[in-house]
């Protein structure tokens, strides 16, 4: 976490952890025993038992599924999540881990306790079925057809998109060689589809998946695949905080919002790259310097970067 903030990272979104370990870590940032971003958790992530995701909790049918969403809420989750899909194609169609009424059940229960619900899902039958149910957030959506590009521009929902997952490849070494094999098979599709989510008109947000302290990375990938640099930035800030539900208090300077504000080396407008040059952070309206330069930034320095642009993120 401490890394996230040091890149920029005022709030982090963590999609699931084994035994809670993320709403420990949120209430020990909360009361300042630990430093970091302020997180938005949601405890256990939940698959069907033959179904992705290895931090995940697996829970067959829908009143197992409507149990763990329950057990989630009552041990501080702030949103739901389910994985729906494998993460990347093996055959032409793309199969759906749960049933429809699975996945009903799981955005039934979130919005009844007035918290989000986000789905894992990368096409297939399963992106219809989570927006027929009303879900709030497709996660990845690397192999998104045209007609689902349609339905999430008709539903509305927020996408997000990361990247590096598929093109880093210092992540894929840590995989079996088989799975990188097959992720490296899919990276053109997957760019592809990403972009045409993207010039199609589809709302999106952009995050790191499980590498951290390297957003700005995941952002020039965005510009790539073709977002404009603007783009790029609102969806790591504005639509961030609306997917996180907080887009009341953060995610764009206004008066009345927290003081999330990053200074830069550059204008990100001109050179997304520029966000990877991060001077200065202030989250939750305290200066945070990165320790590799807070013995040699002088206050004048410091003063310096607040006159750089300011960016909200999340």
Request: with cysteine.
């Amino acid at each position: 976490m401490d890394t996230d903030l040091k890149a920029g990272v005022t709030t982090l979104r963590c999609l699931g952890d084994r035994n809670f370990l993320d709403i420990v870590c949120k209430r020990a940032v909360e009361s300042g025993r630990m430093v970091g971003p302020r997180l938005v958790v949601a405890g256990r992530s939940i698959r069907s038992t033959h179904g992705h995701g290895f931090l995940a909790s697996p829970f067959d049918g829908p009143e197992e599924v409507r149990r763990a969403v329950r057990e989630n809420i009552k041990a501080g989750a702030d949103v739901i999540k389910i994985l729906t899909t494998v993460t990347v194609r093996g055959s032409e169609e793309i199969h759906s881990d749960y049933s429809k009424e699975e996945i009903f059940v799981a955005v039934e229960e979130a919005h009844r306790a007035g918290i989000r619900c986000t789905a894992h899902c990368i096409g297939g039958i399963a992106v219809q079925w989570c927006l027929e149910a009303g879900m709030d957030s497709i996660e990845h959506g690397y192999f998104l057809s045209d007609r689902e590009i349609d339905l999430l521009i008709k539903h509305d929902p927020m996408a997000y998109f990361d990247s590096e997952s598929l093109f880093a490849e210092d992540r894929l070494q840590a995989l079996p060689v088989e799975a990188a094999e097959s992720v490296r098979r899919s990276r053109e599709e997957a760019a592809e589809r990403m972009g045409a989510a993207i010039k199609g008109g589809v709302k999106f947000v952009v995050g790191s998946d499980a590498i951290h302290g390297r957003l700005g990375q995941e952002m020039e990938y965005l510009v790539k695949l073709g977002a404009s640099e603007n783009q790029a930035i609102i969806a790591a800030t504005r639509n961030a905080a609306r997917v996180c539900g907080l887009e009341q208090d953060i995610g764009t300077l206004e008066p009345g919002k927290i003081a999330d504000i990053i200074a830069v080396e550059g204008n990100p407008i001109r050179d997304i790259g520029a966000l990877k040059k991060v001077r200065a952070v202030i989250c939750r309206e305290s200066f945070v310097i990165p320790i590799e330069s807070a013995e040699r930034t002088s206050l004048a320095e410091k003063e310096r970067c607040i006159g750089l642009m300011p960016r909200c993120d999340v």
